[in-house]
């Protein structure tokens, strides 16, 4: 509260008195270690405005700066006028020097070692000022919205800074990884000119600097630990961004070719040697790379230089990935498929290699653990991988029967039969983007047979060797089919009922079946029976499966304002199933009415 009291005006552009500057200065070492992470967020929204506040502030001061030079110059200007103009002079100055030391203690909290919450803050801090537009270097498209200029100008980027961020893309934290990065990425300066040595003779010694941290990113990519696998993507990503704002294409190209090269060479040792691989060999990051690299991309600059090449490299590279994608999830599946890790432990081992691998399970872990790690985190990281592609590639990159193999074959598959509760939400969006895709080929009824094909799949229990509790992943399956139409149609200015009408039609009959009209080898499915509703409730039904999938759809945030049109429906299939003599349709139908 004193905080807002002292930094508030309702008039943003009424001058700030010198001894705020000097009381919120004194104070803000100890809003960078405040642990309650609500506070934090307050603390910093009220920085964040008196940030604003000074930029808009100096504007106002500055322009009246200059109305009052006018008048200075015409000779028409009293002595209270004459000190006016000093006064406002020396404002200036003073927010100038808030913003520099604001800046150095920054920096200071960047230091690697420091707290999250030291580091987070300061990374907050500094992005607010840079977007602020502080630094007229950065790029206008980096800058906020409704953007004022500084009367001044002070140079954020600088060796320092960039050495602190780098060496905060390896911390352990994914969100202070990727606003180090983001920051990074808005740099005004080429890498390459910040790693010069100033006090260098060697021309070269950029260069070096770059080879090297390209050779450290290989090793960190392919690092069995999640963290470092993802702070190596992000430092190639980095050195995309540095030569495609350069318009070198042919650099950019060969670090693409250089993780294309060594993502196959790793999935090729997965093949022939398993358990080295997923100790020595991980591909996430590989994944991860070509991810961050395709989230930054500019296609136009790649599409110049195929036309002036005559080949377009691009898209090759894109059909590797593709392809890697899918051997990757044939190596794979049959680990995410599995109950558990602990039911693939009689994996072969020479006797070559066991006091090898036995130092290996020592340093990381057993086999079967690092196997489950190894396969979830490959799968998840391609998964997003072929999101991105389907979201930003240009039309010309897929064939309308490469998608449909793609969704059909293996995004279906994935979420039909994987076991792995966080790999449904990994794959779930990347299938939304595939139905998008198919959209807008004009191929909405391959969209529609995929709908069929889960729903009667539903009815025939196709899938019950894999289902794990809540139907694992088939109301995915179905609520993302629905979630593209909606997108799609939103995407069209398109408004339709038509497609969740039919699917929720279709859900409501199934979940109405009557117990006896399930298929089962047992003769008696008499509900009265005792002995048959015992076994009953211990079997996937049709019925339990069609009814996860309606709470599937009415918990979709982005379906809530097509679903609530069949709230009654859904309500009078929920009542009518409280008195249901099986106990798991009385427990679905309970979830469904509070969702």
Same mark, same amino acid.
């Given at each position: 509260?004193?905080?807002?009291l002292?930094?508030?005006s309702?008039k ?11 009381i919120?200065?004194e104070f803000?070492?100890?809003?960078f ?35 009052l ?6 000779k028409?200007l009293?002595n209270?006028?004459?000190m006016?103009i ?8 003073d927010?100038?020097?808030f ?7 920054i ?8 707290s ?5 803050f300061?990374?907050?801090?500094l992005?607010?000022?840079i977007?602020?537009g ?17 009367p001044?100008n002070?140079?954020i980027?600088?060796?320092n ?12 934290f ?5 606003t180090?990065?983001e ?17 260098s003779?060697?021309?070269?010694s950029?260069v ?5 941290y390209?050779?450290?990113?290989e ?10 696998g ?17 318009n070198?294409i042919?650099?950019c ?5 250089t993780?294309t ?15 080295f ?5 991980n591909?996430?990051g ?9 989230e930054?991309?500019e ?29 990757n ?13 602990e039911?693939f432990?009689?994996?072969e081992?020479k ?14 872990g ?13 799968m998840?990281e391609s998964?997003s991988?072929?999101?991105? +592609? ?6 010309? $990159?897929? =064939?309308?029967d490469?998608v449909s &193999?793609? @969704?059909?074959?293996i !995004? %279906? ?6 076991r ?7 794959v779930y969006p ?15 009824d ?8 889960? +729903? ?5 229990l196709? $899938?019950? =060797?894999?289902?794990?509790?809540? &139907?694992? @992943?088939?109301p995915? !399956? %179905?609520t ?27 859900l ?5 079946l009557?117990i006896d009209s399930?298929?089962s080898?047992?003769a008696?499915t ?19 499966n069609?009814?996860n999938?309606?709470?599937s759809?009415?918990i979709?945030?982005s ?5 609530i049109?069949?709230t ?7 009542l009518?199933?409280f008195?249901s003599?099986i ?12 969702a």
């Amino acid at each position: 509260s004193s905080l807002s009291l002292l930094t508030f005006s309702p008039k943003n552009s009424k001058v700030i008195k010198p001894y705020i500057f000097n009381i919120i200065y004194e104070f803000l070492p100890i809003l960078f270690i405040e642990n309650d992470i609500e506070i934090r967020n307050i603390l910093f929204s009220i920085l964040k405005n008196f940030i604003i506040r000074i930029r808009d502030s100096s504007y106002s001061i500055n322009r009246e700066v200059l109305n009052l030079n006018k008048k200075l110059n015409k000779k028409k200007l009293n002595n209270d006028e004459l000190m006016l103009i000093d006064n406002l002079k020396v404002s200036l100055n003073d927010y100038q020097d808030f913003l520099n030391k604001l800046i150095d203690l920054i920096h200071l909290n960047l230091l690697p070692g420091l707290s999250y919450q030291k580091v987070s803050f300061a990374l907050k801090l500094l992005n607010c000022i840079i977007k602020s537009g502080l630094d007229n270097r950065i790029e206008k498209k980096h800058l906020e919205k409704n953007h004022i200029d500084y009367p001044f100008n002070i140079e954020i980027y600088n060796k320092n800074l960039f050495r602190l961020l780098l060496d905060n893309i390896s911390d352990e934290f994914n969100d202070i990884r990727q606003t180090s990065t983001e920051i990074l990425n808005m740099s005004p300066v080429p890498i390459s000119e910040i790693l010069k040595d100033d006090n260098s003779d060697n021309a070269h010694s950029e260069v070096n600097d770059l080879d090297l941290y390209f050779n450290r990113s290989e090793l960190m990519i392919k690092d069995i630990k999640g963290r470092k696998g993802d702070s190596g993507a992000r430092f190639f990503q980095l050195l995309f961004q540095n030569y495609q704002s350069n318009n070198e294409i042919p650099k950019c190209l060969g670090i693409l070719n250089t993780l294309t090269s060594n993502l196959k060479h790793s999935i090729d040792y997965l093949e022939s040697n398993l358990i080295f691989a997923i100790y020595k060999e991980n591909i996430h990051g590989y994944y991860s790379s070509l991810r961050f690299i395709f989230e930054i991309i500019e296609f136009d600059k790649f599409v110049n230089y195929s036309i002036t090449n005559g080949n377009d490299d691009l898209l090759t590279l894109v059909n590797s990935w593709i392809q890697l994608i899918i051997k990757n999830w044939e190596l794979t599946k049959f680990f995410l498929q599995n109950d558990s890790p602990e039911g693939f432990d009689n994996l072969e081992i020479k006797s070559d290699e066991a006091d090898e691998i036995k130092e290996l399970i020592e340093n990381y872990g057993p086999i079967t653990q690092i196997l489950s790690s190894y396969s979830w985190r490959s799968m998840k990281e391609s998964s997003s991988l072929l999101k991105e +592609i389907f979201d930003k590639s240009p039309s010309n $990159y897929f =064939q309308i029967d490469q998608v449909s &193999s793609i @969704g059909g074959d293996i !995004l %279906i598959d994935q979420l039909s039969t994987i076991r792995h509760r966080g790999a449904f939400s990994s794959v779930y969006p990347t299938f939304i983007s595939c139905c998008i895709r198919c959209k807008t080929y004009g191929k909405s009824d391959i969209v529609k047979q995929w709908l069929d094909d889960c +729903i009667d799949n539903i009815l025939k229990l196709k $899938y019950n =060797q894999y289902i794990t509790r809540r &139907s694992a @992943g088939i109301p995915f !399956l %179905i609520t993302a089919i629905l979630t593209s139409e909606v997108e799609y149609n939103k995407k069209s200015k398109k408004f339709s009922l038509d497609l969740i009408e039919y699917t929720i039609d279709k859900l409501l009959n199934i979940s109405k079946l009557s117990i006896d009209s399930i298929e089962s080898n047992d003769a008696n499915t008499d509900p009265t029976n005792e002995a048959v509703v015992v076994k009953l409730d211990k079997i996937d039904l049709p019925q339990v499966n069609a009814i996860n999938c309606i709470r599937s759809i009415f918990i979709e945030s982005s379906l809530s304002d097509v679903s609530i049109f069949f709230t009654d429906k859904v309500l009078d299939l929920c009542l009518s199933q409280f008195d249901s003599p099986i106990w798991s349709i009385r427990n679905c139908s309970v979830m469904l009415f509070s969702a």
